[in-house]
């Protein structure tokens, strides 16, 4: 049972367009979304994160957008450079009176996204 | 951000052997952190919760025999991989929950077993 899952893929846009990859969620008591950015033979590296009482959360380049009632949310990536061609993965946790134990994230299967010059 | 370490960053072993791997947050005290396996092309899997001071917690089908943790301090975690075969081979990630909820992950860890 995937309880977050992750669309496209794999992603190829040009130098300068916008990259977006959505993801939907099952389990409506997840309450953090981050986004992680992984090069290959790299860990993850936390890219941008929200929580459901903000519809959108801008960082830079890079925006979620969050759309609680149909569980889904989104990364855009604006103006792509080459440098952002890396594996995005989405995930989502219970974190409110969970302590930290609960902090486990459930994963998206990733996107592999390819920027061309 | 918060600084997680992974020690080592590769290694390489003959089937049958342990390997241990290292997890440390560098500025942060972790009472739980979390060890991850990685195949090629794929996506974080959850093997287990490491619990400072306690048992860890292992994730369905994951043998707590052949991956064993310790959360020895506050911020260090390991993960023996024991009697090790070729198909344990793979990248090994750890993290840890920084102040506030963000999750840290290591650097990974690509365990090669002939």
């Known amino acids: 049972q995937q309880q977050v899952k992750q669309s496209p893929q794999s992603l190829i846009v040009q130098k300068g367009g916008i990259s977006i990859i959505n993801c939907a969620y099952e389990?409506?008591?997840?309450?953090?979304f981050p986004w992680y950015q992984q090069f290959p033979g790299k860990g993850p590296a936390l890219l941008i994160a929200i929580r459901p009482d903000v519809s959108e959360k801008k960082e830079g380049r890079f925006t979620i957008s969050f759309n609680k009632s149909a569980k889904q949310f989104s990364l855009h990536i604006m103006d792509s450079q080459p440098g952002d061609s890396a594996t995005y993965f989405c995930a989502a946790s219970i974190e409110e009176g969970s302590g930290g134990s609960n902090y486990k994230l459930t994963f998206g299967k990733g996107t592999l996204l390819t920027v061309n010059p | 951000g918060a600084v997680v370490s992974q020690h080592p960053s590769r290694v390489i072993c003959k089937s049958g052997t342990s390997v241990k791997i290292e997890c440390r947050s560098l500025?942060?005290?972790?009472?739980?952190m979390f060890w991850y396996r990685q195949f090629p092309k794929q996506s974080l899997m959850l093997m287990a919760t490491s619990n400072e001071g306690s048992k860890a917690t292992y994730e369905q089908g994951v043998e707590k025999d052949k991956f064993l943790i310790n959360h020895a301090s506050l911020t260090l975690s390991t993960l023996t991989v024991t009697s090790a075969h070729p198909e344990d081979s793979s990248f090994y990630i750890c993290?840890?929950?920084?102040?506030?909820?963000?999750?840290?992950f290591g650097p990974g860890t690509r365990l090669t077993v002939l």
């Open positions: 993290s840890a929950p920084g102040a506030g909820g963000p999750q840290y």
């Open positions: 389990n409506t008591a997840f309450d953090y």
């Open positions: 500025d942060f005290q972790a009472t739980t």
